[in-house]
Every structure is written in C-alpha cells, then in structure tokens.
C-alpha cells in the first residue's frame, strides 16, 4: 500500500480513522463524519422583532449536519458504541426500523465504516423517503401497515427476524442510552461554548428525548439554574396527553422511551398542529431558515419562553431538521388549506358553517362500537342522514376518523337482514367522507359535492362538522334573497 493511501472501511474498536498526513495543517475534514455536529448558533433577529423579544432568542441549527438533522450524532454514537461493545464487527449489517432521519444518520456512518444497512419500514412512509435512504446506499423493506403489531408481516416483527437472520445489530434508539450520550458529549458543550456559559433556558421537542435528555444532563451539570423546556404536540404524553394522533413529525409520542427523565425538565409545553406549522412557515418566510413542523413547533414554544425571560437571558431552541423534507406538507397550501390551516378566500365553506342553526355547531358522529341502532336514533334526533364514525371523543384528530354511515345505506342492510340493527357501527360503516378545509372555497365544496352526499369540514387539522348539498343550498338561498333585499 502507498505511504499515503487512504484507507477506508473498517478500523479497530476504538481506533480513531487514520487521518491523511496531507491533512495537516489545512482545515480539509478527514472523511464527512468528521462533520457530525459543531452546528451554528444563531440570533432569530426578525422574530425577536416581530414578537417584541427582550430576551435572546436564537437558533441551534441541526441541519448544517450531514445528513441534515441532529440524529447525525446518536447515529454516529450508537455505532461507535457497538464497536466497542463488540456488537458490530466488520463488515456487519446494521437493521432499524426507521423512515426518518435517523436511517439517515446511520447510513451515512454505515458508508464510511462499511457496514450494510437495511430499514425496515412500512408502505405508509412517503416514497421520497424510501427513494432517500437508498440513495445512500441501504437496502430498504417495506412491510404492509395494515396488519395487527404481533403479526409477522409487521415492520417490527420484520426488522426483528432481519435482525436475527442477518446477525446484525440494531440500534434501537428508543431503548439505546447512547442515543442521549451523543447530546451529553457534543450538544451540551457545544451549547455551553457557543453561548460563553451564559445560556439560561434550552426549548427542544421530545421524541425518542434523546436530544432533551442529553443537553439536560449537561447543562444542569455545569449550572443546575439552566431552564430545560420540552416542547410537545397537543395529544402526546409527555405534556400530559393520552398519546392521540397528531400530524407534526418526528416528535411526542405515546410511551415513554428509555430517555425520558421529567425530573431535568422544568416545563412541557403543548403546542397544536396549527400553531407548529403556521410557525414553521413564518419562521423560514421572516428568518430565511426553512424549518420543519417539529422546529416550528420548538420555535413557538420557545417565543413563549424568550417572551417571559429577562434581556440578559440567553434561550437557545433545538431545530432538529429542514423544512426540505415537509415540502409536501407544511409548505404546500393545498394541504395546508384542506386540513383546515390557512383561509383561501373570505367567502369559503366557513360562511355556510355560519349560517346554519347553531344547533349544528358541535360535530355528530358515532363511535365505532356503538350500534347501528343508535347510529340512526341520533340522525332522526338531529335530522341528518349521515354521521362520520370517530373513536375516542371530542375533539377528535382527524387520523380518528375511520369511516362514515349513511341512511340510504343503513336502510338497505336492515331490509337485507334485521339483526343489523344491533351490529357494531364498525362493521358495516362505509368509508370516510371526502375532507374539505373550514378555509377552502366554497367553489371546491359545490364540484365535490356533485359525487359525495357529504363533506367532513376540518379546521386546524380536527373535524369540525359535515357539511351537506341542502346547507350549501340554504346558504346561496340565503345570499340570493339578501341580493334582491328578501333577507
Ligand atoms: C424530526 C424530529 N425527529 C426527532 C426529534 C426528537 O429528538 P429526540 O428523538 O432526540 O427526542 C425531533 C425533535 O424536535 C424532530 O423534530
């Protein structure tokens, strides 16, 4: 071998990566794990403005990473620690099952030190994602969603068989207590140096707490006065919520994982869908820094932080990935306007809402175990011919919604068979009825309604009613007879 050829691939447990000689002294990095971490720290200038911050209120941005999030270094962490621990040997296959960033992380480091990854995801995942882990090389199994968790078709059975079958190593940053040491050994000083000691409040989401947990841990450790605030989706249990879905990603959960430690955080905030996505767009509109709903979410609850906090404090908030990966969602305003996040116009499907008896004000619905019976007493009670069929109660997410009944179809299975009366509302519900946003235009109400009986009206990303041909009729009524002054 060449005096200076570079080697790649695999080195010794706790070896470090032989560095080129050329290296020395120029500010070349020896390979990209090298640039795990050391992210900037940045004043949110516009948005101190625009809020009235006295405070200082700034921005540790996680995708300057590789990989473009912070899960770059328990990725890196993890590994290492496998090394060590002789969990991984050369040429060892790394499986997870993950969609998201940290697949992202752990094949970037799988590249440099030569294992094979494999991820194991479900058909949900959007294709983007899967397209993004293969793009760095790791080998991807997609598994139906549809299937009970203990079924052997379910990405958790699969990624465990994987697991066995391929004697490889899995990460499981869930349970993995390198997951947090990666933020107590990079995170945490970098914020302490960046801010010259003088941080006084960290706001970060939780998912796995790894990130939360670490930066917690070392901060308390060098000053135990340092605030920790998590931030946390409206539903998820970590700010008290019964683990309900939510739509913001990569964050809350509905278990508590290994890293959760309550007694380093001083304060949990919820923070709804709509206030985490409106703030990520104003974010990367006024600031320039495209965030995700996740960083949206932090943001806003670190403006109410930085609000309450004194000018000499430094509040420092966790952006943990790019808008990048969101554009179909947060960024695109057809999405946005159908889950009822943003108005399109002023006279929209609100204005019918408005008009109608207040009566209809609250959503019917009936629960899926309920009896079909029921189903059609509440519908003669409230004079409508078709209920959504939602679980748990109000307010109901929209992920709760999972199908809708309708008189004309209750009343054909009861003439085929009786007994359908006292069946389950489940078990002969149809699908769900097409959603409209309360901000959508009316227009898109009328075209839809033309093959749908009904629509189900979201706002902020709940159901808010059902909105039928005769309440979009009454309502032009309505507007034609105030136009001739009949009102
Ligand atoms: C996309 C994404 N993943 C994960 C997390 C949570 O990090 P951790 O798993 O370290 O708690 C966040 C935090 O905001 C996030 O936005």
């Known amino acids: 071998m060449a005096e200076n050829e570079i080697v790649a691939g695999w080195f010794e447990p706790g070896e470090a990566m032989p560095a080129d000689p050329r290296l020395a002294g120029t500010a070349i990095a020896d390979s990209v794990v090298d640039l795990i971490g050391n992210t900037p720290l940045v004043r949110m200038r516009r948005i101190m403005e625009t809020e009235g911050i006295t405070s200082l209120l700034c921005m540790k941005m996680e995708t300057t990473n590789p990989g473009g999030s912070a899960k770059d270094r328990p990725a890196l962490e993890m590994i290492l620690a496998a090394e060590r621990e002789g969990l991984l040997r050369p040429g060892g296959t790394i499986v997870e099952p993950t969609s998201g960033n940290t697949g992202v992380g752990l094949a970037i480091v799988a590249a440099q030190r030569g294992y094979r990854c494999v991820f194991v995801m479900t058909d949900k995942v959007a294709p983007e994602k899967i397209s993004l882990l293969k793009a760095y090389g790791a080998e991807v199994v997609v598994c139906p ?42 995170t945490g000083p970098e914020l302490w140096e960046q801010t010259a000691g003088r941080i006084t409040h ?41 683990g309900r879905p939510y ?18 955080y001083d304060e949990v905030i919820p923070i709804s869908d709509e206030e985490s996505f409106l703030t990520a767009r104003r974010v990367s509109q006024v600031e320039g820094i495209l965030i995700g709903g996740s960083g949206g979410m932090a943001v806003a609850a670190a403006i109410q932080v930085a609000k309450r906090a004194d000018p000499d404090d430094i509040v420092v908030v966790f952006n943990p990935d790019s808008g990048r990966g969101y554009l179909s969602r947060v960024f695109d305003d057809e999405w946005m306007a159908n889950f009822g996040f943003l108005r399109e116009c002023e006279q929209c499907v609100a204005a019918v809402l408005d008009t109608r008896s207040p009566t209809l004000d609250s959503l019917l619905y009936v629960n899926p175990a309920e009896t079909v019976r029921i189903a059609i007493e509440r519908m003669r009670a409230n004079g409508v011919s ?12 929209a992920a709760e919604v999972s199908g809708a009944v309708d008189e004309l179809d209750l009343m054909e299975a009861i003439h085929r068979d009786p007994s359908v009366l006292e069946t389950a509302v489940e078990k002969v519900m149809g699908p769900k009825l097409p959603t409209i946003g309360v901000g959508q235009k009316l227009e898109l109400a009328v075209q839809m309604l033309e093959t749908a009986p009904a629509l189900l009206v979201l706002s902020g990303g709940r159901p808010l009613s059902v909105l039928t041909r005769t309440d979009v009729l009454s309502y032009f009524e309505a507007v034609a007879d105030e136009a001739v002054g009949r009102g």
């Open 202 to 242: 960290f706001v970060a989401g939780a998912g796995t707490c790894g990130s939360i947990t670490g930066v917690a841990r070392y901060l308390k450790e060098r000053n135990p006065d340092i605030r920790i605030i998590a931030a946390d989706p409206e539903g998820s249990v970590f700010s008290g919520g019964s």
């Open 247 to 264: 739509l913001v990603e990569g964050v809350g959960e509905d278990f508590f994982p290994a890293a959760w430690e309550p007694e380093l």
């Open 145 to 186: 969603v549809a299937v009970e968790p203990d079924d052997p078709q379910s990405y958790y059975k699969v990624a465990e068989r994987l697991t066995h079958e391929l004697e490889a190593f899995r990460p499981n940053q869930y349970a993995n207590p390198h997951n947090p040491v990666a933020h107590v050994k990079t």
């Open 386 to 397: 078709q209920l959504p069929v939602c679980k748990n109660t109000p307010p109901f997410a």
